[in-house]
């Protein structure tokens, strides 16, 4: 993993990473700090009850993000970012001002009226460390600097509630509390002054300040882009599933563990290390790309360990008094608490992280803020939503490790409305499901194949799972071109046809089928996608490059696109090759996890791409292994 935490030494990367991470930290301080102020001093500060008080400041928090994200998403894309992060930072510096004046004051209005403004300063910078990534990552590096960003927010999340807790209960004078506040946005300041420009990409956009109209309408836009806007509510989705874990944390310890607060901050603790340990891990299971196959297998253990959460809750553990924690470790029933938490952390990373470098890469660059400023509205959306539907059901008597179990549940059927909507999230968690479990792929040259835009690609025909290989290799969507029979094939066939996948047959066998598969083509490339095919006509018989058949050129004819060569190597002689005549009729001839490579070489012009001059570039590409 040194490449993602390599980004923490790059000017590009890590002034940003300190802005959001000090920037996270004080607002859990300021917010935790002055909630545990008021519920063990309320009575200095006002009659309002304290059960009311501390969802008052949760309100007063994210209220901004449903009134303000969609205008802070048009200054992203107007101003130039950098310049609009330090902003953001000299508005915390003014904030932490306004909340000293409060405790100086003994004033509750000015200390909420803070917490609004701290909640608005974050709208504000929230579209900014999204939006801002792809303009300074590389494609290669998007998924190590989400997984950065999300796993540092969770830790600086964590770090901050329990400061703010500390502070509160240890400092005479309440004041202090802003102080250490003022310090760290000073500090988050002189971080974002090392932030390099991001010009705005579309400075000519006219700001509609009118918050309601302007969210319906990014929202609308968000919409118009079917897999971003699933993306979008599938991230909205885990912040529900998340807070409504997080919320329940000290009603879990008390009433069903038995616990006191240190067990809470321990809950607390494995759920955000385990987020930030799938975060990170997301770059070395995606190889360095976005790999939105991560999001089902992601979602499958957020169910599983979700489910398991519920059965593995203890009973009859609560007392008269709490329990101490070591008492309480030295049970293994808490040991399996504790691991599903840690584990529904690291599903979660799995399932997020692919789920905003998806956004980002999906999304037209002169909207990219606005629609992330979108998601940060249906974010919010969702949690409150959440909140208050577990707060009925916990009302009318559900118990808390079952509404645990019900969510799992739901997440379960959420997972498999998407997925029916957006079959490619499925189809390449099958794809890297199938390469991880047989092979062990190394790629190279894959940038060669762009990013935006039709283009063809062109590769040798070794095996059965050529096409899966290539799929969940590529960094975008691919139709393949292939013989009408592997249709008939159990699983592949699934795949393929659920891919987009375009038939074809030889004229002889079915004239009608071929014409319509070259439409198909056609009308694809036109479409500006990536389309794939086989021109030596069929799987090789004896692990060598038969001659490119002509088909290529006729493509090529009616659309000049570049083309890609593709060279597979390393698959003769596997259970899917026909090494022994048949193919998948030897099962683990070679074992698990064969090395197998892919290389893409440089694209060829529409005009130069012979057939004989493609075969002979995929045959240097792939070398002496076959």
């Known amino acids: 993993m040194s490449g993602q935490f390599g980004l923490l030494k790059q000017k590009r990367f890590a002034p940003l990473f300190g802005t959001q991470f000090l920037g996270a930290f004080n607002d859990n301080l300021y917010k935790n700090a002055l909630v545990v102020l008021l519920t063990f001093q309320a009575a200095q500060w006002t009659t309002i009850p304290v059960e009311l008080l501390g969802n008052l400041a949760a309100g007063l928090f994210i209220l901004p993000f449903f009134l303000f994200s969609a205008t802070a998403g048009q200054l992203a894309d107007k101003y130039d970012k950098a310049w609009l992060a330090r902003l953001s930072k000299v508005l915390e510096i003014v904030i932490m001002g306004v909340a000293a004046a409060g405790f100086w004051l003994h004033s509750l209005s000015w200390l909420l009226a803070a917490l609004f403004l701290l909640g608005l300063q974050s709208t504000l910078f929230g579209p900014v460390k999204y939006s801002i990534l792809p303009q300074h990552l590389h494609e290669d590096e998007l998924v190590g600097g989400n997984a950065l960003i999300e796993a540092g927010t969770f830790v600086s999340i964590l770090i901050g509630t329990l400061a703010g807790g500390l502070l509160a209960g240890a400092v005479a004078q309440p004041v202090w509390i802003a102080v250490g506040g003022l310090a760290v946005a000073v500090l988050g300041y002189l971080y974002s002054r090392g932030i390099p420009d991001a010009p705005p990409p579309a400075p000519e956009l006219k700001v509609n300040w009118n918050p309601l109209t302007e969210t319906w309408r990014s929202i609308r836009f968000a919409s118009g882009n079917r897999t971003v806007f699933l993306s979008i509510l599938g991230i909205s989705w885990f912040w529900l599933y ?173 997972a498999v409305y998407i997925y029916g909507l957006v079959p490619e999230f499925l189809l390449r968690f099958i794809a890297w499901l199938l390469v991880k479990a047989a092979y062990r792929l190394r790629c190279e040259g894959l940038e060669h194949i762009p990013e935006q835009g039709a283009a063809v690609l062109v590769a040798n025909h070794v095996s059965f799972v050529d096409a899966v290989v290539i799929m969940g290799a590529s960094p975008r969507p691919i139709r393949f071109v292939m013989d009408h029979r592997i249709f008939k094939t159990p699983l592949l066939g699934f795949v393929f046809r659920h891919s987009g996948a375009i038939p074809i047959a030889s004229a002889k066998e079915d004239p009608a089928l071929m014409e319509q598969a070259f439409a198909a083509v056609s009308q694809a490339l036109k479409d500006g996608e990536l389309v794939a095919l086989f021109p030596e006509g069929g799987i090789t018989r004896d692990g060598e490059l038969q001659p490119f058949r002509p088909g290529i050129s006729r493509i090529l004819a009616a659309d000049p696109v570049p083309v890609v060569p593709l060279a597979l190597s390393g698959l003769w002689g596997s259970y899917f090759s026909r090494i022994d005549g048949a193919a998948m009729s030897t099962p683990f001839r070679r074992g698990c996890f064969s090395p197998i490579a892919l290389r893409a070489g440089a694209a060829i012009p529409a005009g130069q791409a012979t057939p004989e001059r493609l075969q002979a570039t995929v045959l240097a590409l792939r070398g002496e292994r076959r």
């Open 242 to 414: 998340g807070a409504l874990f997080l919320a329940q944390f000290p009603a879990y310890t008390k009433n069903v563990l038995g616990g006191g607060e240190a067990m809470v901050t321990l809950l607390l603790a494995i759920f955000t290390v385990g987020i930030g340990l799938g975060s990170l891990l997301c770059e070395r299971m995606s190889g360095k790309h976005v790999e939105i196959g991560l999001v089902p297998f992601g979602s499958i253990g957020l169910t599983l360990f979700g489910l398991d959460l519920y059965f593995a809750s203890p009973v009859g553990l609560v007392g008269t008094t709490a329990h101490e924690l070591t008492a309480l470790l030295s049970l293994p029933a808490i040991w399996r608490v504790l691991f599903d938490l840690l584990m529904i952390g690291v599903f979660g990373g799995f399932f997020i992280v692919p789920l905003y470098a998806l956004v980002q890469t999906r999304s037209e660059a002169s909207h990219r803020a606005r629609i992330i400023a979108s998601n940060n509205i249906l974010n919010a959306l969702f949690m409150v939503v959440g909140a208050l539907a577990a707060a009925a059901a916990l009302g009318a008597g559900l118990s808390i490790p079952a509404l645990f179990g019900i969510a799992a549940l739901l997440n379960a059927a959420v």
